[in-house]
């Protein structure tokens, strides 16, 4: 059973950055696809980023395609989020996940493992 755990998430001001990071173990990390999901509430879990099985494709969502990085380490199995000019419309639960497909999918219904989620909270 693959398990998936994140972190890095805090409580931090407009403007700065953070790196999320997710740990993977209980599978074969190279045959997964990867992807970072946000839920804030009230509002469905979107995809905000994703990667393909070696990383070779990413997509991004349109609302943080110029500052927000997938990137993932097939040495360490993690997989990061870099998160740069954060807006407190980016405050959410951030979810890593795994999807038994090769590209970088969005499609939330790829993905087959989840983790617990760490929040991330934007605020002056």
């Known amino acids: 059973q693959m398990q998936l755990v994140e972190s890095g998430g805090g409580l931090v001001q407009p403007g700065v950055s953070l790196r999320l990071s997710c740990a993977v173990s209980g599978g074969a990390f190279s045959n997964y696809a990867m992807g970072w999901f946000r839920q804030s509430p009230g509002k469905e879990r979107e995809c905000v980023a994703s990667?393909?099985?070696?990383?070779?494709?990413?997509w991004r969502a349109g609302s943080v395609k110029d500052r927000f990085t997938i990137s993932r380490d097939s040495i360490k199995q993690t997989v990061y989020l870099q998160m740069n000019s954060l807006k407190p419309e980016d405050t959410a639960v951030y979810y890593c996940?795994?999807?038994?497909?090769?590209?970088?999918?969005?499609?939330?219904?790829?993905?087959?493992?989840w983790g617990q989620g760490t929040q991330v909270t934007v605020s002056s």
């Open positions: 990667i393909s099985r070696i990383g070779t494709s990413t």
């Open positions: 996940a795994a999807a038994p497909v090769s590209g970088a999918s969005n499609d939330l219904k790829d993905y087959a493992y």
